[in-house]
């Protein structure tokens, strides 16, 4: 599991600990009231563990995407969106929320296809 919290800047070290699971795909969770994104894992699940056990995040506002690295795009699905009965998709419905995760993520990791 190869899981790794973006606190700062993104490193090129980053993105390979990242890449470990998925050579093409970086899974994304972020917690969008903390400002606090992890990269990386084989599931979503592994990062939202560590940040609900480790950072104190709430599972209301942890969210799931990802970066497709064929495509050159942040992505909004993952399955720890899936909240019935308000999130009852794998995509961020709520488009607030949505925006609030893609805006963080999209900041955090802005770098990312420089360092692949």
Do not use: C
């Amino acid at each position: 599991m190869a899981v790794v919290i973006v606190q700062d800047k993104l490193k090129k070290s980053h993105v390979d600990e990242a890449r470990k699971e998925h050579k093409n795909y970086i899974k994304i969770t972020a917690d969008i009231l903390q400002n606090i994104v992890a990269i990386g894992g084989e599931y979503h699940a592994d990062s939202e563990k560590m940040l609900l056990e480790n950072y104190g995040s709430k599972q209301k506002h942890i969210w799931g995407g990802g970066y497709n690295i064929d495509l050159d795009e942040f992505e909004t699905i993952a399955i720890i969106n899936i909240r019935p009965p308000d999130n009852r998709s794998m995509d961020i419905l709520d488009t607030k929320v949505r925006e609030s995760f893609l805006d963080l993520v999209k900041s955090q990791l802005s770098d990312i296809k420089s360092l692949l």
